[in-house]
T-cell receptor, first 109, second 116 residues
């Protein structure tokens, strides 16, 4: 079966750095997405990785290792507005998105 | 670009009635649209995938006669929840992908459905 694992909840301090991990087992791979979702709102796109390595975009970076079936989202200089759920999703061989359950990130002052 | 709208944003209805939710791509042509449902504190659950002009493909366990999907044009898809019951109360989200870019989905703002 297809499976995506990410921690249920994480807590971090304002101004700090946090890394949210995601491991996956899917039938084929056409890329991995990270989305941010605030409570009661739809997801918003953060990043897309299809090749191994680190993609940096401002305070957010995303890393992919296809051989390990592993990705992480790195958030730097945390702000209170970063409190949200972070969803990892993999595009399988049929170009269908397989979603993780999401990681709820709580930022404390 | 790549803006997707949904209407209504919130709807409250009585049990047994039908509710229609519209999903529109405002500034691009959406060859494929997706309908998701999300229960509180859970991840997105794909309900169905629809391509313009053809029947929707429903995920296992989703009743196609209860959740009617119409993708009549390249900018509009509708989801009708027929004979709604309280257990259908959920957050319904649509997304759309552009022609030639099947890997990225653009999400609508979602519709909160409450069935009394």
């Amino acid at each position: 079966g297809q499976n995506i694992d990410q921690p249920t909840e994480m807590t971090a301090t304002e101004g700090a750095i946090v890394q949210i991990n995601c491991t996956y087992q899917t039938s084929g791979f056409n890329g991995l997405f990270w989305y941010q979702q605030h409570a009661g709102e739809a997801p918003t796109f953060l990043s897309y990785n299809v090749l191994d390595g680190l993609e940096e975009k401002g305070r957010f970076s995303s890393f992919l290792s296809r051989s390990k079936g592993y990705s992480y989202l790195l958030l730097k200089e945390l702000q209170m507005k970063d409190s949200a759920s972070y969803l990892c999703a993999v595009l399988d061989s049929n170009y269908q998105l397989i979603w993780g359950a999401g990681t709820k990130l709580i930022i404390k002052p | 670009g790549a803006v997707v709208s949904q209407h209504p944003s919130r709807v409250i209805c009585k049990s047994g009635t039908s509710v229609k939710i519209e999903c529109r791509s405002l500034d691009f042509q959406a060859t494929t649209m997706f309908w998701y449902r999300q229960f509180p504190k859970q991840s997105l659950m794909l309900m169905a995938t629809s391509n313009e002009g053809s029947k929707a493909t429903y995920e296992q366990g989703v009743e196609k006669d209860k959740f009617l999907i119409n993708h009549a044009s390249l900018t509009l898809s509708t989801l009708t929840v027929t004979s709604a019951h309280p257990e259908d109360s959920s957050f319904y989200i649509c997304s759309a992908s552009r022609q030639g870019e099947p890997y990225e989905q653009f999400f609508g703002p979602g519709t909160r459905l409450t069935v009394l």
